[in-house]
């Protein structure tokens, strides 16, 4: 098995400059449904004027987003929430109440697409879309491993509790001709019939 790198490289001397955070998180709810929440913030390790604030000191949030989505099962959005805490001009929280306009998107194939029609560019915050990629992903490893779960807990085995799997090629595991599709999926395999494990 070949070994690869577990961590980056050693950087070189160097200073902060800029930093993003970004978490995510997925919850089930009493209801049935799943909140996925994301959280975004940026922070300079500078201080910096801004027109609208004033002094902006190192660490101190520019931006600083707070989003909740509600999905069901098939990933269609029940209701969206954003809030806007700290953002360079007091004109940008005017955006976050828009984000409600993502309520019945299903987040799957187009999503992104349509999430963009309806709050992209200057009809929302740049910052609070970018939360929107992330915030899909999450949903989906919120609610169909959670699913999984359940099934699992109910005897059923890996490939038959994730019923016809994901789907095939998105990502380098999944591909349709990889042994992880070859041996839980095999009726979904169309790789080679000797798969060298190690490539």
């Not at 560019?121 to 740049?126: A, H, N, V, W």
């Not at 359940?150 to 509790?161: A, C, D, I, T, Y």
Request: charged content about 30%; glycine content about 8%; hydrophobic content about 30%.
């Amino acid at each position: 098995m070949t070994d690869f790198p577990t961590d980056l490289s050693a950087p070189v001397a160097r200073q902060p400059l800029h930093t993003r955070r970004v978490k995510c998180e997925g919850f089930i709810r009493d209801d049935g449904l799943f909140d996925i929440e994301g959280e975004i913030t940026d922070t300079k390790g500078y201080a910096f004027e801004n027109h609208h604030r004033g002094e902006v000191e190192p660490g101190d949030p520019i931006h600083h987003m707070r989003v909740r989505i509600t999905v069901d099962d098939e990933l269609r959005i029940h209701a969206a929430q954003a809030v806007s805490i700290s953002t360079p001009y007091d004109l940008c929280r005017a955006a976050a109440p828009d984000f409600e306009r993502l309520v019945g998107i299903r987040i799957g194939p187009g999503y992104m697409r349509k999430v963009k029609e309806r709050y992209g560019r200057d009809q929302g915050c740049t910052h609070i879309m970018e939360l929107l990629y992330p915030l899909g992903t999450t949903a989906f490893q919120t609610v169909f491993p959670y699913r999984e779960y359940q099934r699992r807990l109910e005897g059923l085995s890996e490939g038959e509790s994730m019923k016809n799997g994901p789907p095939l090629n998105s990502c380098y595991a999944f591909s349709s001709k990889r042994s992880v599709v070859k041996h839980l999926w095999p009726d979904r395999y169309d790789g080679p019939e000797e798969e060298d494990a190690a490539a």
